[in-house]
């Protein structure tokens, strides 16, 4: 534990990550602030953790496939590419620990000889763990207590000969977080410490050891605890009522919540923990006035749509707690993007990182169309740009996830100009977060680099997007047989094992599961007592509405009867498909607000890249409290009555739809007279206009709201919508929501005509210009008065 630190470095074999750190997800900054933190003076450190191959010893369970967690080292990659190509960290001031190499020995070496001995005040220090988390029941010296821990790689449990565990209690990160000489501290765990007794939540893997072991804490452990102490002249009581009372140093980013899970997500070619992505894209799109609680909301909804109520992410931290200025990453670098050029070849061809965007959209994101972002990204494509010099090969080896390193670039600092067109990409083959593209839409002579940023420009959808839906695990053989035959006839929608990639689930009803108000609400009829019922869930197994039955029945016949809930499950996902806050050019700014019994905010939204830069830089609006729950999410009670504020903030006119999902599964939409679909230039509309219109009626549970704007007539659309109700109200159900989600990409399509020829657009393709659309969503709970 002596170790000096070119020992530790030399011994424990880090490869110094090329990461960059730069702030775009806190409290809002001051001026002053952003001004004394952007100094070169000060240094920016990150610890990134990221652990899979547990052995079975450390994870009290039988790794699939060698590995007891699949997210983790993509979790660490997600940061490093974030920070170094859009916070601007040096690379050399990260350290990256993955698998065999994250001992607890090294995890705690790092975070004191890179993190500790070389912050100063005013310096910026973030530590991300990602991998298993445990509750552990202590035994041993004094009284017995329970506890939270971070499972290193070697994190053996006891065993007869050896009652020690070998993992990092909470108390010893609280120590070393309060060793650090510096405020600017963000802590990420992606990790929880439930005692569930399996290692799967639905379709998503559980981040946490399935059973609470029983030891005591190991010589070494106790012995860094108590010099820690001493140092700092704190009890380990102090540091655990710290835990408890949120006050820890600088910024706690939770993925859960105590007593819930944090999971990871599987999709075609990667995986990642749901919280990690979730923040790490919003941090892509982040702009200089956005706060932590904006990110973690945002971020928060996206965990909800994967995992349902079972995760929900958390913020606590001394910072938060006193309403000061935190520092996650500094004010951003570069401009907000969509990702980065990772290497050009010598033929031509472009390897891109794109995580800037929502996983359902990389999953269906065909041939898109991308432009290269320069700094001056508010000028117009044929002015001066400016372009990275091509940076110098480095002495040392980028850290990489995966065997063989990709080829690294440094921060874009100097800049040569060239009066040249933006250039084009599009894409041809995707590799997990990888795409394959090339340079299209004409002959540009400019050079490409690795470390170029790149926001999306047109994004290309298959017309013959499907539904799959995963078949639960606790499913008998012969269930499943007959599930698969029975998805199998009906129109665009597969099914899937368990563990692969899905949008839903279809199982039963759990035995001795509690039963949560939005599962109650979900059955039909209202159960007295439960029976386990087919139905279906969300991939963390929240149930869907108007899904569930109380009454035993055949798996064909329930696939039957829930039919015209997939068809609508479908069109939610072609609606989530089109959202594009961070992309759209469309100035547009949406406001939800609660009207009665007191008129308060309830959220804001509005596109990243449609807002002149004055409106980016602007001090952030704030959110009402009363609406939060501890971890971000947004609640309203029943009863309330809520609207929708609509601004167009450009000089053309613009045509918008509102379309959503009820607390019951209801499709519903706003059914307007055609003229007030539309928003003068610079004005704002109300939906609906009479205030006694939306009326919160609905048991508890999620409504999920998508408003789509265009720079043309949503003349489809709107047709359709008319022949869908007959309702004099102007929110009501909507009878054909799969026809009318069709008809609103249909629309988009025509809206961006004027791009179409420009590109290799592949047939059975919807082509939607960023220029031309917006959809901006909104999640909410609604809650018992």
């Known amino acids: 534990m002596g170790l000096r630190r070119r020992t530790f470095l030399q011994r424990s074999g880090v490869v110094l990550a090329a990461l960059g750190l730069s702030e775009a997800g806190l409290l809002a900054l001051t001026d002053r602030y952003q001004q004394a933190l952007a100094q070169p003076t000060r240094r920016k450190l990150a610890l990134l953790v990221g652990i899979n191959q547990y052995p079975e010893q450390a994870c009290d369970c039988v790794p699939v496939r060698g590995t007891a967690l699949n997210g983790c080292l993509t979790d660490v990659e997600l940061q490093r590419e974030l920070l170094v190509y859009r916070f601007g960290f040096n690379p050399t001031d990260i350290v990256a620990l993955t698998d065999q190499k994250a001992t607890r020995d090294a995890i705690e070496d790092a975070f004191r000889f890179h993190l500790i001995e070389q912050a100063s005040p005013g310096d910026v220090v973030v530590f991300h763990f990602s991998g ?16 939270n821990t971070l499972v290193p790689v070697d994190g053996t449990l006891s065993t007869e000969d050896n009652a020690a565990i070998n993992d990092i209690p909470h108390e010893t990160l609280g120590l070393l977080l309060r060793s650090l000489n510096t405020e600017n501290v963000t802590t990420v765990l992606d990790a929880s410490y439930t005692n569930l007794g399996r290692t799967f939540q639905g379709n998503l893997r559980i981040r946490s050891r399935p059973n609470a072991p029983s030891g005591r804490l190991h010589e070494t452990e106790l012995a860094l605890q108590e010099r820690l102490m001493a140092e700092l002249k704190v009890s380990k009581a102090q540091i655990q009522a710290q835990w408890r009372s949120g006050q820890l140093p600088g910024t706690l980013l939770s993925a859960t919540r105590q007593q819930q899970v944090a999971t990871e997500g599987q ?110 990204s508010d000028r117009p494509p044929a002015a001066e740009i400016q372009l990275p010099d091509t940076p110098p090969a480095s002495s040392s080896p980028a850290f990489s996830p995966t065997e063989p390193p990709t080829p690294e670039a440094s921060p874009p600092e100097p800049a040569t100009t ?21 340079p299209c839409c004409g002959d540009r002579s400019i050079d490409l680099h690795p470390g170029q940023l790149v926001q999306e420009a047109v994004r290309l959808l298959p017309r013959n997007i499907g539904l799959t839906v995963a078949l639960d695990a606790s499913l008998e053989r012969i269930e499943r047989v007959d599930a698969t035959s029975a998805f199998s006839a009906v129109p665009r929608v597969s099914s899937v094992i368990a563990g ?37 869930f969300s991939l963390g197994r929240d149930a869907i509405p108007n899904t569930l039955v109380q009454e035993e029945e ?88 809520i609207r929708y504020r609509l601004q167009n903030n450009g000089e053309q006119p613009v045509y918008f739809i509102l379309l959503g999902l009820d607390t019951r599964g209801n499709p519903i939409a706003f059914f307007p007279a055609l003229e007030n679909n539309l928003i003068p230039p610079g004005e704002t509309v109300i939906v609906p206009q009479a205030i006694s219109e939306w009326v919160i009626q609905d048991p508890p549970g999620l409504v999920e ?81």
């Open 418 to 438: 060239a009066t040249l067109s933006t250039p084009l990409l599009q894409i041809r083959s995707r590799d997990g977060l990888t795409f394959r593209a090339r």
């Open 705 to 785: 709201t998508h408003l789509v704007f265009s720079r043309s007539p949503l003349t489809q659309s709107y047709a359709a919508l008319k022949s869908s109700s007959k309702e004099s109200r102007q929110i009501g159900v909507v009878h054909n929501p799969l026809d009318l989600a069709q008809t609103i990409l249909q629309d988009l399509h025509a809206a961006s005509a004027d791009i179409l020829p420009k590109i290799d657009l592949p047939t059975d393709t919807y082509a939607l210009d960023v220029n031309a659309w917006a959809t901006l969503g909104f999640l909410y709970q609604v809650s018992e008065t």
């Open 554 to 641: 055949a798996v064909k016949t329930a696939i039957n009867r829930i039919t015209p809930q997939l068809r609508t499950l479908l069109a939610l996902k072609l609606l989530r498909l089109t959202a594009n806050r961070g992309s759209s050019r469309l100035p547009i700014h949406a406001t939800l607000e609660i009207t009665d019994p007191q008129e308060r905010i309830v959220m804001q939204q509005e596109t990243v890249r449609g807002q002149p830069a004055k409106r980016r830089e602007a001090k952030a609006r704030v959110y009402t409290a009363d609406l939060f729950t501890g971890d971000g999410a947004i609640t309203i009670p029943t009863g309330s009555r």
């Open 132 to 147: 298993l988390g445990s509750r552990v029941q202590w035994t041993g010296a004094g009284e017995d207590e329970t506890g």
């Open 500 to 536: 692969e990639p899905a949008d839903f689930l279809f199982g039963k009803t759990l035995p001795n599961s509690p039963v949560s108000p939005t599962l109650t609400a979900s059955l039909t009829p209202t159960p007295v007592s439960l029976k386990r019922g087919y139905g279906l």
């Open 267 to 376: 999709w075609n070619g990667f995986s990642a923990g749901l919280f990690t992505y979730a923040l790490t894209q919003q941090l892509w799109w982040s702009t200089p006035a956005t706060t932590v609680r904006t990110n973690l909301t945002l971020a928060t909804g996206t965990v909800r749509q994967f995992a349902g109520v079972e995760q929900l992410p958390a913020l606590s931290g001394q910072k938060v707690q006193n309403q000061r200025v935190s520092a996650y990453y500094l004010s951003p670098a570069t401009p907000d993007a969509d990702g980065v050029v990772r290497a050009v070849d010598e033929d031509g061809k472009v390897q891109l990182w794109l995580a800037g965007l929502p996983t359902p959209v990389l999953e269906n994101y065909g041939t898109s169309v991308l432009s290269i972002v320069h700094p001056a």
